[in-house]
């Protein structure tokens, strides 16, 4: 990994700034996507020029900005969280990144946002809560322009998806049948990065 990192590009200072006080000051801070996955997202973003993005899980607001890095003139990326303690946090680092009017934060039930939600995207970024990506996948697939494609976080979930599943391990059992399901989906076409905690991307055809 340090070879990886040492040879793609650098990660931005605000990140690096952002980071380090998500380490110190945030809990569970492992769910940040970090240098080499923030630039797998700020590159997809640039290929694409999306429009519109959503995200599903703003946490700390680190994947908002690499996205954003992409959008096209009068692009827009909508990000939704239910945690309201870290909206300050959040704004702190959006007001500093340049895309403070280009990001559109909904705080809440994603579920139920997703339903009042009239736009279609061309990417959509999946890191929330892993117990309800199969009910994200059903309510998202009807989201996504024609060539969009759906990035889906974690979906290695520390290697434990290649473990037998227990009878309590809800969120194992939910990203393999998960990721079974977008494989078998004729709608896309997918493929597994095995990066970080491993990411999928799903290009709808």
């Known amino acids: 990994m340090e070879y990886v990192i ?14 380090k006080e998500t380490y110190q000051k945030i ?11 923030g630039r797998i997202l700020s590159l997809l973003s640039k290929i694409i020029r999306p429009k519109r993005i959503l995200e599903i899980g703003t946490y700390t607001g680190y994947g908002t900005i690499c996205l954003a890095e992409g ?9 939704i969280d239910k945690n309201e303690e870290i909206v300050k946090f959040q704004n702190k680092y959006f007001d500093k990144s340049g895309f403070r009017d280009k990001i559109i934060q909904l705080n809440g039930d994603a579920l139920d946002l997703i339903e009042t939600l009239d736009d279609k995207f061309d990417i ?6 892993k117990e309800n990506y199969i009910e994200y996948y ?3 697939s009807n ?3 024609n060539g969009g494609i759906l990035i889906s976080d974690n979906v290695l979930w520390s290697g434990k ?10 969120e194992t ?33």
């Open 71 to 79: 959008l096209g003139k009068d692009g827009k990326i909508i990000t």
């Open 143 to 145: 989201k996504l322009n």
């Open 138 to 140: 059903k309510s998202i």
């Open 6 to 19: 040492n040879n793609s590009e650098d990660e931005p200072e605000l990140l690096k700034e952002l980071a």
């Open 161 to 170: 998806v290649l473990e037998s599943n227990k009878s309590d391990d809800i």
């Open 173 to 205: 059992k939910v990203l393999n049948e998960f990721n079974q399901i977008l494989k078998d989906d004729k709608k896309f076409e997918t493929i597994i990065i095995p990066i970080r905690d491993g990411i999928s991307i799903s290009r709808l055809i």
């Open 27 to 37: 809990l569970q801070p492992r769910m940040l996507s970090g240098h080499p996955q």
């Open 124 to 129: 959509i970024f999946l890191d929330a809560d």
